[in-house]
């Protein structure tokens, strides 16, 4: 049993350069991998100003959760301040969900939305 | 007439560990049921370093909705500050959408996001 | 042109019983009608602990959209405090989304979900 | 490859009239293009109390993101403090999601949802 779809994509991608209090601004790519298989991620970046940036590689165990930090990446730097996207492919079906802590003022904001499921 | 579907999937859990104010930090899971039968959930946890937590059982009565929270389940302790996923099966099609509030701060925020039906 | 589905559901309902500062504790469900004709809409709202109200009615104009406050609505009164759910009903296609500022505290929260499009 | 639909829309649109802090309360339209052709959009924007303005039209590269705030328009302007609802025409399928900040009041607040893409 492997759920979901293949390819994912984010839009309102944007790490506040700010933060105050404990918790830093940043955001999370949260994933979920029903199957009995691993899943191999494969996730490119878009930019306004810029080309992408492709193909960073994290790998989800079978039954597990991921919540990626998109400010912690190995492979790839995403500046802060910068509007961004996100395309996520897997080598098997996963679901994924985006969402943001704002910390820039002293009270956090969050905000979540599941990503849009691209099914060819 | 039993409307959405009989399996969801929730990437985003986390229930923080710190509240203030007379609000408790927590997540809920909101399930409707328009149909005349009872619906017979079976809602299943998955962490990023442990295996998933299989089977608690929640039954919504006809024509009702049920406002979940996760810190509250009978069969199941959820661990704070720990990412988690969830899935969520039904013996009949509902609906499933997931909340937070975060008091961590002085000020709450909030979060939300339908649920993903997966339809095999 | 009339571009959406007829019937939505919204799961978290909740209107908060507290406000702080000038704006109120509120929720509203959004809806757009793109067609030519009005959208004639019934609503119906789910409770926990008790049966459901059925048959509010609102029409949208043609080309029009309407945010409808759930604590403003003729015929029916939503108690504050307490979890809700909601089925849009509408004679023809039309899209709804559902959202809420929680002034509880002194810094409001915004959250907000496309509602659950039911395809018969 | 070109992912997504040629139809969006949006319905919980509001630009709070106030704003405190540094930054502003504001909209935005995020649009992601992953194709290698350039996307044309036309932008509708629909009313509770008057017709709708319809043909903004937006250009967005191959392989790149849009971040569009909807308080800086050139071809429309939009009141503050007024509900509206959008509907995003594309040239090639694209996605949509729609996000507000809030700073009505000293901490900020965010929400946002993915669009609800029209299959014809």
Known sequence: MSEGARTWLILDGFIPEESSGP?????????????????????????EERGPIKGVEVVIP??????????????????????????????IPVVVQHSRMDTTQPALSLMTAMAYPVTL
Chains 1, 2, 3, 4 share one sequence.
């Open 23 to 47: 918790q830093e601004s940043h955001e999370a790519i949260c994933v979920l991998n029903t199957s009995e298989e691993e899943a191999r991620l494969s996730i490119s970046f878009y930019f």
């Open 62 to 91: 079978p039954e597990r959760t991921l919540h990626l930090r998109t400010d912690q990446l190995e492979g790839a730097e995403i500046p802060r301040g910068v509007p961004y996207a996100m395309r996520v492919g897997s080598s």
